[in-house]
């Protein structure tokens, strides 16, 4: 494959991923906010700020990634025509940066979602627990987005490394 064959492959995952996160965060993360809005049930109160959190991030990111890639695809093939060697050593400058933050977040979402679980354990108060359990959710999901979305980031790197010229 070429340069704007990978840079068309991942840009598109990107976009699919978007659409998910904004499917999930309709279909499943806002009825269960509003089931448990309705509910009297103090543990599922606590939980409804982070799953709004999430459906607020899942709703701006994936919205993010479905209207920025197209742009970015687009601009960087019109700079790959005119200067393809500068345009992959950006590209691979990019996605170093890219693949050391998704890192780094990973670890954060990961340590996060542990001291939301031991945070449950920790109160007894049920709208705490609610609130912990709520942001484990939260810290989860967010995990899982960054590992999908670093999955991917590798590959388009490990395929922009082949090229020289």
Not at 42 to 48: C, I, N, P, S, V
Not at 122 to 141: C, D, P, R, T
């Amino acid at each position: 494959m070429d340069f704007i064959q990978h840079l068309q492959t991942w840009t598109k995952a990107d976009i699919d991923q978007g659409k998910w996160m904004i499917g999930i965060a309709i279909i499943i993360i806002l009825p269960v906010c509003f089931l448990f809005a309705k509910n009297g049930n103090l543990l599922q109160k606590g939980m409804l700020v982070p799953l709004g959190l999430l459906f607020m991030m899942n709703l701006g990111y994936g919205g993010y990634l479905m209207f920025s890639r197209p742009k970015y695809r687009e601009q960087t093939k019109e700079i790959f025509q005119t200067n393809p060697q500068e345009t992959i050593d950006s590209e691979l400058i990019k996605t170093k940066s890219d693949h050391k933050s998704y890192t780094i977040t990973k670890y954060i979402w990961a340590g996060l979602l542990i001291l939301s679980v031991g945070c449950f354990f920790m109160f007894n108060k049920e709208y705490i627990q609610g609130l912990s359990l709520g942001f484990a959710v939260m810290f989860l999901g967010m995990l899982l987005i960054d590992v999908f979305l670093h999955q991917r980031l590798k590959i388009y790197m490990r395929d922009l490394s082949g090229y020289g010229f």
